[in-house]
Structure formats: structure tokens, C-alpha cells
């Protein structure tokens, strides 16, 4: 697992570490210690942790002018024992909701797990986004599935032109243009 790195080509368009209205601003990272682990496995020192045991986020993009955000995530992501979800809404979502963001695009292809409880965070975040959305692109169908089995697609975008494999070779902006076009198609 140390060897899966956060999507790193857009560190020329953004650094949520120096990014002031970020929930990361002014960490340091120190790129030969390895600290983090995931149920005793090592994993490179770029992912940020907000509080979960096994889940681990980087803020890829954020454009608070447009108003969306790109975050990337690998572990497990485990509402039943650990309350990823809340954890996540507290420390990150809400963070970026007072900033204006209401759009988020969330890679899920380095979420190797998910163990669900009940949807209430993800209906308050939901609610709270009011005229944007949250997609989850590249999610493992296996994810998607137990994401379903929670009622959770009713609140996150998920599956079919979801899954866009060519996601790093666009520019950010332009990843976001193709995912909100994809989902104003799937409002009308």
C-alpha cells in the first residue's frame, strides 16, 4: 500500500498545504517517513489523515469561486466500527461547505472496503450542498454496491459515466466541466 500515491499532477494548480481556506493549510510533509498505516500497512507520507483509523483523503483541487472541490481516498472506509462518514463530514466537508465549495468530486478507486451504518450523514451533506452535487467517481463496483445497499446513491452520484478511467490525463477544471456536464445530464 505504500507504494499508492495520491494523484500528484496537479500539484502545479494546487496545494491544499498552502491553500489558507484549507482544512490541511500549513502542513508539512515530510516525504521520507513513513508514519501512517492502514491495519499495520505503510502508506506514503501525501495522504492527509482527518481523523479516521482507516480512511485516509488529499484535497486534489478546490475552486471556491466555482465552487468544487476534487478529493482522492485510500483505505477502508468503515462507518459501522469507526463513523468514517461523521468524522469526514465534521473535519473536511463542513469545512469547505463555510468556504463556499457545493460540488464534490470524490475518487474512490484506492477504497479497498466499505462496512455501512445508517445514511443520516450523508443525507445532512446532501442537504447541505442545496444546488450543487457529490459524485463518486472510479468507485469499485463492489463499493458501489454496498453503497446502494445503504441507500447511499440517493445521495451521491455513483456508477455508469461515473467511472472515468481518464480522469488524471484532464486538467482540473476541465475533469470538473466533464463531471458536472455528465451530471446536469442526469438531472434533466
Same mark, same amino acid.
Given at each position: ?22 482544512? &490541511? *493549510? @500549513?502542513?508539512?510533509?515530510? /516525504? ?13 507520507? =501525501? ?16 475552486d471556491y469561486n466555482l465552487g468544487f472541490t476534487v478529493l482522492e481516498f485510500i483505505g477502508e472506509w468503515n462507518d459501522t466500527l469507526y463513523n468514517d462518514i461523521m ?26 472496503? &466499505? *462496512? @455501512?451504518?445508517?445514511?443520516? /450523514? ?13 459524485? =463518486? ?27 472515468i478511467p481518464q480522469w488524471r490525463t484532464l486538467v482540473p477544471i476541465r475533469f470538473f466541466e466533464l ?10
Open positions: 500500500m505504500h507504494e499508492i500515491e495520491p494523484h500528484y499532477n496537479w500539484l502545479q494548480y494546487y496545494d491544499s498545504s498552502i491553500d489558507e481556506r484549507s482544512p &490541511f *493549510h @500549513g502542513k508539512e510533509y515530510n /516525504y521520507d517517513l513513513y508514519t501512517d498505516t492502514i491495519y499495520g500497512y505503510y502508506i506514503d507520507p =501525501a495522504w492527509d489523515s482527518f481523523g479516521s483509523e482507516t480512511l485516509y483523503i488529499k484535497i486534489l483541487y478546490a468524522t469526514l463530514k465534521r473535519n473536511v466537508i463542513e469545512l469547505m461547505l463555510a468556504e463556499g465549495v457545493n460540488k464534490f468530486i470524490i475518487i474512490g478507486e484506492s477504497i479497498f472496503n &466499505f *462496512h @455501512g451504518s445508517d445514511d443520516s /450523514y450523508y443525507e445532512e451533506w446532501f442537504d447541505e450542498v442545496e444546488d450543487g452535487w457529490i459524485a =463518486a467517481v472510479n468507485f469499485p463496483e463492489f463499493i458501489q454496491q454496498e453503497f446502494k445497499k445503504y441507500h447511499l446513491d440517493s445521495y451521491i452520484n455513483m456508477g455508469g459515466t461515473l467511472q463531471v458536472n456536464a455528465l451530471i446536469q445530464r442526469r438531472l434533466s
